[in-house]
């Protein structure tokens, strides 16, 4: 990652970062290959826990090795009497902590430093007008010390410090362990570094550019060139406000709890981002359509719904055609057209999982036959055309017999025959034309009805399952591609 954009990091960012992370991997962690999964589920727990102990804290470590004063020196730059020192080996059997005007107690229980072994610098005096406010400041066991508990405390403490202050002492600075053992393997965390030569008091005057320079060489042979020297002494205080001055630089920085994090996240972002296709295919619209049209056309239906349609223009009740079950190589041929285009651009455990979700052919062609066969035929009611046919005879019989045998004149008994014609022919006509749309109607509702059958049936097995799936790839997607993560 950029070291601009590292730096400009603010908590808030990175907490988008792993929230945006948590979503994705909740869609998506269990269609991901199991070893990723697991991995990126390991890296967010410690990137979480990581970040619950306080990201925007500054975090400040003295460590050094048995006799080199780095207790004294805690006790120098805090200007309290706290930490142990002494002649006894090891003198720093635990580590200790002061902090200045912060609340560190969840950092301080996870770095596992006792509750009597913390101290608070920050009083109602001098809380706010510290330059060192938001430090906490460790005072670790020693590195060398013969106990490897004391050991494995600063292997755990050093990933969560913004600046590692080692105190040397002129007697063991070219310490073989040290520089084999510690120092040389820090080469990636030089700008979180200082090196201080305590009690340089002890070495007289002339002698002393003589050790620093050796010191600079043993640091350079380290591939720790970048890292500055300091001489100092906890015991006279010299230079000890130098080194309270790069503490307060390490306030003024960003955490390195904040970089680390963030680019703990983008590491798991990308790791996560390999296992993704770029898109995915669409399950609605076209593409399912054109299914269900081939299914519905294949079947006979179309010929079905015409059949219903003309049985209007007959008096009889003509026999209607039935669908068919669709042809088994052509339902074949749909699910497996329908399973590369939903495993079109997805890596190979995606396309595994949709390919699962969408049911074999004999089974959707069995339900595709049970649904066409079970949706029944509409049975057309031609009473309208009977009634119609009726009321002609009798109107047309009453008119006859009116203009033939009333007691009116010739014109009133032709004019009231004609009428009665004409009102029962338009009771024929009105009757056919009911039953023609009665028909109609039948055909039409048919259709719509075994259509939306036809489309339920293809939902459910070829269609619901690969969404599912493809809805949750493309959340996990835009997650891990959001603008939160950097490339």
């Known amino acids: 990652m950029d070291r601009t954009k590292m730096d400009s990091e603010t908590p808030n960012e990175v907490i988008g970062r792993l929230q945006a992370l948590q979503r994705a991997v909740a869609a998506g962690g269990r269609f991901f290959d199991p070893f990723v999964a697991s991995r990126a589920q390991d890296d967010l727990r410690r990137a979480q826990e990581r970040m619950r102990v306080g990201i925007d804290t500054t975090v400040a470590a003295l460590v050094g090795g048995t006799g080199s004063g780095k207790s004294t020196m805690f006790n120098a730059i805090t200007e309290l009497n706290f930490a142990d020192q002494g002649d006894i080996r090891p003198t720093t059997e635990r580590a200790a902590a002061c902090t200045f005007n912060v609340d560190a107690t969840e950092l301080l229980n996870y770095l596992e430093v006792d509750a009597d072994r913390r101290i608070e610098h920050s009083s109602i005096l001098t809380a706010g007008k510290d330059n060192l406010d938001g430090l906490v400041l460790l005072d670790l066991p020693d590195h060398d010390s013969v106990q490897l508990a004391h050991s494995a405390q600063v292997d755990r403490l050093l990933p969560m410090v913004d600046l590692l202050v080692w105190i040397v002492d002129p007697q063991k600075y070219a310490d073989q362990v040290l520089h084999q053992d510690f120092l040389a393997g820090l080469a990636g965390r030089q700008d979180a570094m200082l090196v201080v030569m305590n009690q340089i008091d002890r070495v007289p005057d002339g002698e002393r550019e003589t050790i620093m320079g050796d010191l600079r060489a043993l640091l350079d042979q380290d591939g720790l060139t970048r890292v500055p020297i300091l001489a100092a002494s906890a015991l006279t205080g010299e230079n000890v406000d130098e080194i309270r001055t790069k503490l307060a630089d390490a306030v003024a920085g960003p955490s390195i709890n904040v970089q680390t994090a963030a680019a703990e996240l983008d590491a798991i972002a990308r790791r996560l981002r390999d296992n993704l296709g770029e898109g995915e295919a669409e399950t609605s619209g076209p593409a399912v359509d054109d299914i269900n049209d081939r299914i519905v056309r294949s079947s006979g239906i179309p010929s079905v719904v015409e059949s219903i349609r003309v049985s209007g223009e007959s008096y009889q009740a003509p026999a209607l055609v039935v669908p068919e079950q669709p042809a088994n190589t052509m339902v074949h041929a749909i699910r497996d057209a329908w399973?590369?285009?939903?495993?079109?651009?997805?890596?190979?455990?995606?396309?595994?999982?949709?390919?699962?979700?969408?049911?074999?052919?004999?089974?959707?062609?069995?339900?595709?036959?049970?649904?066409?066969?079970?949706?029944?035929?509409?049975?057309?009611?031609?009473?309208?055309?009977?009634?119609?046919?009726?009321?002609?005879?009798?109107?047309?019989?009453?008119?006859?017999?009116?203009?033939?045998?009333?007691?009116?004149?010739?014109?009133v008994r032709v004019a009231v025959g004609v009428v009665a014609v004409v009102l029962g022919s338009l009771a024929a006509w009105l009757g056919r034309r009911a039953v023609r749309a009665n028909a109609h109607s039948a055909a039409d509702r048919y259709d719509e009805t075994i259509r939306a059958a036809v489309a339920d049936v293809t939902d459910e097995h070829l269609v619901s399952g690969p969404r599912d799936v493809l809805e949750q790839h493309r959340i996990t997607r835009t997650e891990l591609n959001s603008d939160v993560f950097h490339p």
Do not use: C, Y
């Open 339 to 411: 399973v590369a285009h939903v495993r079109q651009g997805l890596p190979e455990v995606w396309q595994d999982v949709v390919t699962s979700k969408v049911s074999q052919a004999d089974r959707f062609r069995r339900e595709l036959g049970n649904t066409i066969r079970s949706t029944q035929l509409p049975s057309i009611s031609r009473m309208p055309a009977i009634v119609g046919i009726v009321l002609f005879v009798v109107l047309a019989i009453a008119g006859v017999g009116i203009a033939v045998f009333a007691p009116w004149d010739l014109p």
